[in-house]
């Protein structure tokens, strides 16, 4: 009996790094969390315990917070960039680097008629993220935001969908639409606006959601991800993933109070899970 090796991959995943930027008075945060992964010619650990070409994960951690030392983190897109080409350049037995960056976002504390330039309130659980997979040939950069909690309480619907013997739900022409937005696209260039791009598309995100008349949540992540792509022409795909964050109308009128839909019960599991994906073309 044989086998075959067929894959395989390795790396450091949760590498936390706060980093600083002193300008003068005016200071600068970046909080990010860093995984890494390599490929490459790594059978012979797998086969035959032969440590002599793998580089430890230890030192992919402690080679994060060198280069975030050597100079400001600045786009996380950046930084990802020059974390794959550092490991490429030292390491010949690798044929391609994953850096996948989490930022968790600060935003300066309003003080009297200015922001204060040294001290930051939490965006909450939202996270601007990057992917960057770097090989000898190509390197291919994405973006995205994760944890995006948003909410509309009118403009919202929900109708006209399969009824079988064993569909319950209520059709209804006004619900409450909460999600929690994933959003990664890809970018058709190296050196692409990052930070402004990443802007445009929350923005527009944002906004479409607003705005859109909405007959599903299938119906307005689409008109989400076609702003994004209109506004921003250096995306060449945009992928999100909208789980239904479901608000159950609570019954009052059982206890002799009208109902006026303006009470419901906000439930975490079982939840639907809408995902998509465009494509310029």
Not at 57 to 70: C, E
Not at 154 to 173: K, M, V
Request: glycine share 6%.
């Amino acid at each position: 009996m044989s086998f075959e090796l067929v894959a395989n991959n390795y790396g450091k995943s949760r590498v936390r790094l706060v980093r600083v930027t002193r300008s003068g008075q005016q200071h600068e945060v970046k909080d990010i969390s860093v995984d890494i992964q390599f490929e490459g010619d790594f059978d012979e650990v797998h086969t035959k315990g032969d440590n002599s070409k793998v580089l430890p994960t230890d030192t992919m951690k402690n080679t994060v917070y060198v280069l975030a030392a050597q100079h400001p983190i600045g786009e996380i897109e950046y930084f990802g960039s020059r974390l794959a080409t550092h490991f490429l350049a030292n390491n010949e037995q690798v044929t391609a680097v994953r850096v996948h960056i989490s930022e968790h976002l600060w935003s300066r504390i309003p003080a009297e008629t200015r922001l204060h330039p040294t001290a930051f309130v939490s965006s909450g659980g939202e996270r601007r993220t990057a992917t960057v997979t770097g090989t000898r040939q190509t390197t291919k950069v994405s973006a995205g935001i994760d944890g995006l909690l948003i909410l509309r309480t009118a403009g919202s619907a929900f109708d006209g969908y399969i009824n079988d013997p064993y569909t319950t739900l209520a059709e209804t022409r006004d619900r409450i639409f909460a999600t929690v937005v994933k959003a990664d696209w890809d970018y058709a260039a190296e050196d692409a606006s990052f930070g402004l791009c990443w802007r445009t598309v929350r923005e527009t995100l944002l906004e479409t959601f607003a705005n859109h008349p909405s007959e599903s949540v299938q119906h307005t992540l689409y008109a989400m991800a076609e702003a994004a792509l209109e506004r921003c022409d250096q995306l060449s795909e945009i992928r999100l993933s909208m789980p239904n964050k479901h608000h159950l109308t609570f019954d009052v009128s059982r206890f002799g109070i009208e109902s006026r839909n303006e009470v419901f019960v906000p439930t975490d599991e079982p939840y639907g899970l809408i995902e998509a994906t465009l494509r310029r073309t």
